[in-house]
């Protein structure tokens, strides 16, 4: 008997390891399928980058002209500065999670989210990663596209630009990634209460639209924005684009404990959201 309890135990603790191994397995399959999907669409992905160039160049005329018109800086912002700051953004646009709260609004709607919550993997992390796949590809073929488009219409990259603010900047353009998954994810839950929770990602997406800086940078607004808009979290997603703003280099780890504490207060209204999700549909049998 001793022997076959020690043998059930070493099972008991195997299987949860298997299980753990068996999750990874799947979010690397599903981040490796999107990213071959992304693959078979090569009109689309230009056709995006496209409109991101495009975009770029009408920034640079309106801003250079506004510039030469006022004959100075604004907040220590230049154009160049401005210019660079709003192609940060709509490169980060690939890298952010708007299309999963389409997936999971849909699939609450649908009833398919009753067929895969009950998977042996996390549904929200499963999602996470075949988004990423989707997203990844786009996100560097533009950063290939645009930044030498930059350079080459401006000349350089902004005066304030170093080695130290580069990886600032790719730091926080991770973690706002993150933050991203976990906003749009949480603003689809309700879908489950609310029938059709678009109106949520219609204002949470204008937010960070406004708040994130889309076509005027942060650095050139009121202070009191500039401030409400770090402490909100729909500012956070967009933090890398004041990587070029004068005092970046002492205030970027302010920034990431911002982000970090935005991860964590999602992360757990999500759980508490999705554990009702869980409940719901096991009362109605799903």
């Given at each position: 008997m001793p022997v076959q309890n020690h043998d059930y135990q070493i099972s008991s603790g195997i299987r949860p390891l298997q299980n753990r191994y068996g999750a990874i397995r799947a979010y690397l399959k599903v981040f490796t399928l999107s990213l071959k999907e992304s693959l078979y669409y090569p009109d689309k992905l230009f056709a995006s980058v496209f409109i991101v160039a495009f975009r770029i160049i009408m920034m640079l005329l309106i801003y250079s002209y506004a510039f030469r018109y006022i004959g100075r800086t604004v907040n220590g912002i230049d154009a160049t500065t401005a210019i660079w700051s709003?192609?940060?953004?709509?490169?980060?646009?690939?890298?952010?999670?708007?299309?999963?709260?389409?997936?999971?609004?849909?699939?609450?709607?649908?009833?398919?989210?009753?067929?895969?919550?009950?998977?042996?993997?996390?549904?929200?992390?499963?999602?996470?990663?075949?988004?990423?796949?989707?997203?990844?590809?786009?996100?560097?073929?533009?950063?290939?596209?645009?930044?030498?488009?930059?350079?080459?219409?401006?000349g350089s990259a902004p005066g304030v630009f170093s080695l130290s603010n580069l990886f600032a900047g790719i730091v926080l353009a991770v973690g706002g990634t993150i933050v991203s998954a976990a906003l749009?994810?949480?603003?689809?839950?309700?879908?489950?209460?609310?029938?059709?929770?678009?109106?949520?990602?219609?204002?949470?997406?204008?937010?960070?639209?406004?708040?994130?800086?889309?076509?005027?940078?942060?650095?050139?607004?009121?202070?009191?924005?500039?401030?409400?808009?770090?402490?909100?979290?729909?500012?956070a997603p967009m933090f890398a684009t004041q990587m070029f703003n004068p005092n970046f280099s002492t205030s970027w780890w302010y920034l990431v404990l911002l982000q970090m504490f935005w991860i964590i207060v999602l992360g757990g209204l999500i759980l508490f959201f999705f554990e009702k999700v869980r409940r719901r549909l096991a009362i109605n049998g799903g």
């Open positions: 709003i192609a940060i953004y709509h490169l980060l646009l690939y890298a952010q999670f708007r299309a999963v709260f389409k997936t999971i609004n849909d699939e609450m709607k649908s009833g398919a989210l009753e067929t895969q919550i009950n998977k042996p993997y996390s549904y929200l992390f499963y999602k996470f990663w075949e988004q990423l796949g989707k997203g990844i590809l786009n996100f560097f073929v533009a950063l290939a596209v645009v930044i030498p488009l930059l350079l080459a219409l401006l749009y994810m949480l603003i689809a839950l309700p879908a489950l209460w609310i029938d059709d929770a678009q109106p949520l990602y219609w204002i949470s997406d204008k937010a960070v639209l406004i708040l994130g800086g889309s076509y005027v940078p942060l650095a050139m607004l009121p202070h009191a924005f500039h401030t409400f808009a770090n402490f909100t979290p729909f500012g």
